[in-house]
């Protein structure tokens, strides 16, 4: 652990981090990682909050790459809880023996690239630094939570919770009259579940959200067992499929605007009856024209209506102002059916927006609201976030986040010229966060560790021309879609002054591999190689 120098320095103890680790050591090569949190585990080991699991089924949001791991272990649910997918992760590190190669508690807080030695210098917060040829951001989509700036949050007397960093203790609300801020996954994972301990809930919503049930259930030892059985193969469609799941490539031919109304109605119905991310593959049309995207979307806006007993308090929760699947589609157990209980309540900050939080409460335009605990479920300055927090120099002294002032600018999401042996895990313009995370973090780590593998001493980067036309091929495929029609996440949107640009790649994941693998077949065509 005391050593100063080493082949390749990793940031991030999460899925990307262990697997790349391990890659590396087979290859023989000498790494660290650095990760801030106090254990393995990344997004697992930080979002703690009550109802937090996975919106990928259980047997698909795993590891594929050692066959004895995938045997031997059994998941309990249908979408497994942050508990049981951390205990998988530090199960994994244990098996694997990766601890002995990470510090924990340490945050990166800068790296700097030398060009006449071709080093890394990575700067710890402990004020150590250590020098390395290669540097893997391996930091994470999802790993800066957002507190938004409302006046007065310092004077709320009472706990408040992001639930993003919640207290590994957990918190007892039971008896307590509890505020949510935010409608996105993390609150509609966690409102139902907050609101069987609290004694009233509010809940302070300003964009309602599109909303699919999970239908999560026990897994039963007969479909684990056919499932271990055929793994190769589900392994392998996976990744042949649109984001990287089983069900998420559009099969039907028909457009949905074509489809008479009944037999299109029965599709949408058969897909949320089987449940989850899936409902969104049915029609080719529907992420790519409005019109036939409102027919999904007003499908789940009936079942929010036969959810809701209360007329009013269903329409609040209907979304009607962006299109379905353009931000994240949100997988729900139980989330609706807990407006109908006498002690939840909830707030439409779009005509009563938040004036101030104060000492008591929060106070809205119409009235203050008295609380015990407030749990902000406002999410995470995505994407480039976590890496505009470490002060990142590549070649002339130029810095990262300069770079990438008016949005972020990578060739194929890995790399960023200018910026030599510096890889990105599921870096913007890569599939990421429209993928099963799993499938696109296993494909980025196995190019990365080959390439490290490949350049050795020397360097690689990608060429400007090829980050360029990159840059236009993945706003040229967001523009085919719905998606820009969002103020989401994935715009940049919830965080102010940041660049309004769609961070991910959306030709899919088979094609987006196909790319990759051809630069390495062609020499790392797109790059200089030194
Ligand atoms: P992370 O798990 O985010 O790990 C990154 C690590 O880097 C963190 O531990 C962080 O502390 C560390 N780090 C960051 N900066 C520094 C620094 N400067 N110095 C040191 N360490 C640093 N994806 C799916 O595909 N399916 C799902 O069902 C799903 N569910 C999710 C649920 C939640 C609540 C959230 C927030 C995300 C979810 N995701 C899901 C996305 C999830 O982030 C990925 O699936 C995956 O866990 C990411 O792994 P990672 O290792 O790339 O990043
Ligand atoms: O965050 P979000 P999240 N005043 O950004 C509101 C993954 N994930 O943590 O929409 C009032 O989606 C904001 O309102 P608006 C998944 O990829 C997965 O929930 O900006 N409200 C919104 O309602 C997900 O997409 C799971 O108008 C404010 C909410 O806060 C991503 O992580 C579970 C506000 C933030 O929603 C992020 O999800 C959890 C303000 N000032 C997370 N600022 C699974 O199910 C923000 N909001 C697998």
New binding site residues.
């Given amino acids: 652990m005391s050593a100063k120098h080493m082949d390749v320095v990793i940031v991030g103890a999460g899925f990307s981090g262990l697997y790349l680790l391990h890659k590396l050591r087979e290859l023989g090569l000498s790494s660290r990682v650095f990760e801030a949190g106090g254990d393995v585990g990344g997004t697992w080991y930080w979002n703690r909050y009550p109802g937090?699991?996975?919106?990928i089924e259980s047997m698909e949001y795993s590891y594929s790459w050692s066959e004895e791991l995938e045997q031997e272990w059994n998941w309990s649910e249908r979408y497994s809880t942050q508990p049981e997918i951390l205990a998988y992760i530090n199960h994994v590190a244990d098996r694997f023996d990766l601890r002995r190669d990470i510090r924990f508690d340490t945050r990166v807080a800068a790296a700097s690239y030398d060009e006449a030695s071709n080093l890394w210098t990575v700067e710890l917060d402990s004020g150590e630094s250590v020098s390395a040829r290669h540097v893997v951001m391996a930091t994470g989509c999802?790993s800066s939570p957002n507190l938004?700036d409302?006046p007065g949050m310092a004077d709320f007397e009472g706990p408040t919770y992001q639930?993003?960093l919640w207290p590994h203790e957990g918190v007892d609300f039971t008896g307590q009259k509890v505020g949510v801020?935010?409608?996105?996954?993390?609150?509609i994972?966690s409102i139902p579940v907050i609101a069987e301990q609290a004694a009233e809930l509010v809940v302070?919503q300003?964009?309602p959200n599109f909303v699919v049930p999970a239908h999560n259930r026990p897994l039963g030892a007969d479909e684990i067992a056919e499932t271990k059985a055929g793994y190769p193969a589900l392994r392998e469609q996976a990744r042949d499929e649109a984001a990287g799941f089983l069900g998420s490539t559009v099969t039907i031919e028909a457009m949905a605007l074509d489809t008479p109304e009944a037999e299109r109605t029965a599709e949408f119905e058969r897909r949320w009856n089987y449940g989850g991310l899936r409902f969104m593959a049915s029609y080719p049309d529907i992420g790519m024209v409005m019109e036939a995207n409102d027919t999904a979307a007003e499908f789940i806006r009936s079942k929010i209506r036969e959810r809701v007993d209360d007329p009013e308090t269903a329409e609040l929760l209907c979304p009607k102002t962006y299109p379905a699947g353009a931000k994240?589609l949100?997988?729900d157990t139980g989330y609706f059916e807990i407006y109908n209980r006498d002690h939840v309540h909830l707030v439409d900050?779009k005509s009563t927006p938040?004036e101030r939080i104060t000492a008591k409460g929060v106070r809205t335009s119409t009235r203050e609201y008295a609380f015990d605990a407030i749990v902000y479920?406002?999410?995470?300055d995505a994407m480039t976030g976590t890496l505009d927090k470490i002060a990142i120099t590549g070649r002339g002294g130029r810095r990262l986040k300069a770079k990438w002032r008016d949005g972020p600018e990578t060739y194929l999401g890995l790399m960023s010229e200018g910026f030599p042996n510096l890889f990105l895990v599921t870096g913007p313009q890569s599939p990421s966060?429209i993928s099963n995370m799993i499938v696109s973090i296993e494909q980025h780590v196995e190019w990365i560790a080959a390439c490290i593998g490949d350049v050795g001493d020397g360097w690689i980067e990608p060429t400007r021309e090829a980050e360029k036309s990159w840059v236009d091929h993945t706003n040229f495929m967001a523009g085919l879609t719905v998606y820009p029609y969002a103020?989401s996440?994935y715009m940049g949107a919830?965080i102010p002054g940041k660049p309004r640009i769609f961070m991910a790649y959306l030709g899919g994941v088979p094609g987006y591999r196909a790319i990759c693998e051809d630069s390495r077949a062609k020499g790392y065509a797109g790059f200089t190689v030194s």
């Avoid at 801020?181 to 609150?187: D, E, K, L, Q, Y």
Wanted: hydrophobic share 40%.
């Fill in positions: 937090a699991r996975c919106d999802l938004p409302i639930t993003g801020i935010g409608t996105g996954s993390s609150a994972q302070m300003r964009t994240r949100c997988v900050l938040i479920a406002t999410g995470f966060v103020d996440w919830n």
